[in-house]
């Protein structure tokens, strides 16, 4: 295993601990703050069609979000995970009620009742455990959000999402790590080119 692997294993399970020990009272407050910045981030950017993840265990909550995008009509994707091969397929979700148990024990669209679809979002919006200031990401380990950022490429804005104890100042990135276009958190936006 080489430093930058052993590094973030370490700094996971720190993050973890962290996210995990905030009281729920602070995790729904900042959750709502980070929706209303996303929001802003949405209109000013004129997104039409988002990719969101749907909230597990201590992930900061966008279903506030998620909802006000149905609201206005646009256009929702979530993934589904392809464990054996490490990749995620995008389906439209136009309700909670899509939604299954799938892969890790996260909430997934059912593919029993949606179809796949090859939409490139103008948007993805990112779980993390940890995120920096110059837009780097600590994820969980198994490169999805990587993987799928080779797929469709940078020319959709990839949007971090985090509380504020999830901003830290040093993340061990390698040449596979994705570089976010935007962090919102209860604190704000920051934008990086």
Request: glycine residues 8%.
């Amino acid at each position: 295993m080489n430093d930058i692997v052993l590094e973030k294993m370490q700094l996971r399970k720190q993050l973890t601990a962290i996210r995990d020990g905030l009281p729920a009272s602070v995790r729904t407050a900042q959750s709502q703050a980070a929706c209303e910045h996303l929001i802003t981030l949405t209109k000013e950017k004129g997104y039409r069609s988002v990719m969101v993840y749907i909230p597990f265990r201590s992930e900061l909550d966008i279903w506030p979000y998620i909802e006000w995008c149905w609201q206005q009509q646009l256009e929702v994707f979530a993934p589904r995970c392809n464990v054996a091969e490490l990749t995620m397929t995008l389906y439209p979700l136009y309700n909670k009620g899509q939604l299954r148990r799938g892969s890790y024990g996260i909430m997934e669209p059912d593919q029993q009742i949606l179809e796949p679809t090859d939409a490139v979002p103008h948007a993805v919006i990112v779980p993390g455990l940890a995120f920096n200031d110059n837009g780097h990401r600590l994820g969980y380990g198994g490169g999805y959000y990587d993987r799928y950022y080779e797929k469709i490429g940078a020319s959709t804005s990839w949007i971090g999402a985090a509380f504020q104890q999830q901003l830290v100042d040093c993340i061990p990135v390698d040449r596979y790590d994705i570089i976010l276009n935007f962090v919102v958190s209860n604190k704000g936006i920051e934008r990086f080119s």
